[in-house]
């Protein structure tokens, strides 16, 4: 099942809970944002208690950390706001105290939130995959072309982690005062955003403020895009980020998924053939709603369809295109924007995010 689309949510309109599981010791509390129900795979907003102490040890699950607020010190050395932790499954960490409090984000990637008194790494850790880095200061933010297309300029990123067999991604990302961007896009992986500081907007969703969170599954519309006096994010994704850009804010999930089908098939059509089927081929590839929704102007193209008695159904469709006039600006090929919604995020976090995890 994986995790539900959650958003908007913003986590400054729930109250903290406490966490009573095994190890996480008195003074952790929690906020939910989001849960994997089969797996247990999570995303909390922490609160560190002054005085809070836990013992070195490990968690079962990879997870990751950014200190929002105040400080918190594994063993001897102190972190402060704005600190990145990737810390493999089995990584024993020091122990980890908080004199006056902190204010953290806390991802489990692979499992429910745990830890295991410990010095030592499990025996089956990748102890080389662990890092952590000042992020605010040490990094310095670059053009927002992680990815290809990309977005418009004003959008800077800060590469924090990258998984190179998923390629899913962590990373800082801010919008800069007045920024926007008019078209729409999805993605072919899930998407995960809480904001740092700052307000932006999106059509579908509205403003985005301090404490703001969505997790977007898979081919989800969202788009255009503004933010008045800017914002920072962490943003994360669960596989290769690739932006499929329109301007067709009606478009399903299923329509979406089937452009970008199409698009593989036309990259990579012998790829695409083997996995799609074992019997028999579609030489026309799967609808992709750009090139077969109605359009503005006079633009006639002939769809598969128009091919069904040809000498040559195989022909490509792109070279039988035929112009009576030029098609409006914003239509481009495989770097057109699009983009679907009709989902509305009704869930209650107020009690609902807690799935037997913890009780107060």
């Given at each position: 099942m994986g995790r539900p689309h959650i958003e908007p949510f913003c986590d400054r309109d729930v109250h903290f809970k406490n966490m009573t599981l095994p190890g996480m010791g008195k003074g952790f509390r929690y906020k939910m944002?989001?849960?994997?129900?089969?797996?247990?795979?999570?995303?909390?907003t922490v609160q560190l208690d002054g005085g809070y102490k836990r013992p070195p040890g490990f968690s079962w699950s990879e997870y990751e950390l950014m200190v929002q607020e105040g400080e918190i010190q594994f063993g001897n050395k102190t972190y402060r706001r704005g600190h990145y932790f990737y810390v493999p499954a089995g990584y024993s960490m020091s122990s980890l105290k908080s004199k006056d409090g902190a204010?953290?984000?806390?991802?489990?990637?692979?499992?429910?939130?745990?830890?295991?008194?410990?010095?030592?790494?499990?025996?089956?850790?990748?102890?080389?995959?662990?890092?952590?880095?000042?992020?605010?200061?040490?990094?310095?933010?670059?053009?927002?072309?992680?990815?290809?297309?990309?977005?418009?300029?004003?959008?800077?990123?800060?590469?924090?982690?990258?998984?190179?067999?998923?390629?899913?991604?962590?990373?800082?990302?801010?919008?800069?005062?007045?920024?926007?961007?008019?078209?729409?896009?999805?993605?072919?992986?899930?998407?995960?955003?809480?904001?740092?500081?700052?307000?932006?907007?999106?059509?579908?969703?509205?403003?985005?403020?301090?404490?703001?969170?969505?997790?977007?599954?898979?081919?989800?519309?969202?788009?255009?895009?503004?933010?008045?006096?800017?914002?920072?994010?962490?943003?994360?994704?669960?596989?290769?980020?690739?932006?499929?850009?329109?301007?067709?804010?009606?478009?399903?999930?299923?329509?979406?998924?089937?452009?970008?089908?199409?698009?593989?098939?036309?990259?990579?059509?012998?790829?695409?053939?083997?996995?799609?089927?074992?019997?028999?081929?579609?030489?026309?590839?799967?609808?992709?709603?750009?090139?077969?929704?109605?359009?503005?102007?006079?633009?006639?193209?002939?769809t598969p369809d128009d091919f069904s008695n040809s000498d040559n159904p195989g022909h490509s469709f792109d070279r039988e295109m035929k112009y009576e006039e030029h098609a409006p600006e914003h239509i481009h090929d495989d770097d057109s924007h699009g983009h679907s919604h009709g989902h509305h995020h009704d869930h209650d976090h107020s009690d609902g995010h807690d799935h037997g995890h913890t009780h107060d």
């Open positions: 944002l989001s849960l994997d129900n089969e797996t247990g795979a999570c995303s909390m204010l953290l984000l806390m991802m489990f990637n692979t499992g429910g939130p745990s830890h295991v008194s410990s010095r030592s790494h499990h025996q089956q850790c990748n102890p080389a995959l662990y890092h952590d880095v000042s992020s605010f200061d040490d990094i310095p933010w670059a053009g927002g072309g992680v990815t290809s297309p990309t977005v418009a300029s004003g959008c800077m990123v800060k590469l924090l982690n990258y998984n190179p067999n998923s390629m899913a991604l962590t990373f800082l990302y801010c919008m800069t005062p007045d920024f926007w961007q008019d078209n729409i896009s999805y993605h072919d992986c899930a998407e995960e955003s809480y904001h740092l500081w700052g307000t932006s907007w999106m059509m579908q969703f509205g403003e985005i403020p301090t404490g703001g969170y969505f997790w977007r599954p898979a081919y989800i519309n969202h788009g255009a895009f503004a933010s008045n006096l800017g914002c920072i994010a962490l943003g994360r994704t669960d596989s290769k980020l690739f932006n499929h850009f329109h301007y067709n804010p009606w478009t399903t999930p299923k329509e979406n998924q089937l452009r970008s089908a199409a698009r593989l098939q036309r990259r990579d059509p012998i790829l695409y053939n083997w996995m799609v089927s074992t019997s028999h081929n579609h030489p026309h590839g799967p609808e992709d709603f750009e090139r077969t929704m109605p359009l503005m102007g006079k633009r006639k193209i002939k």
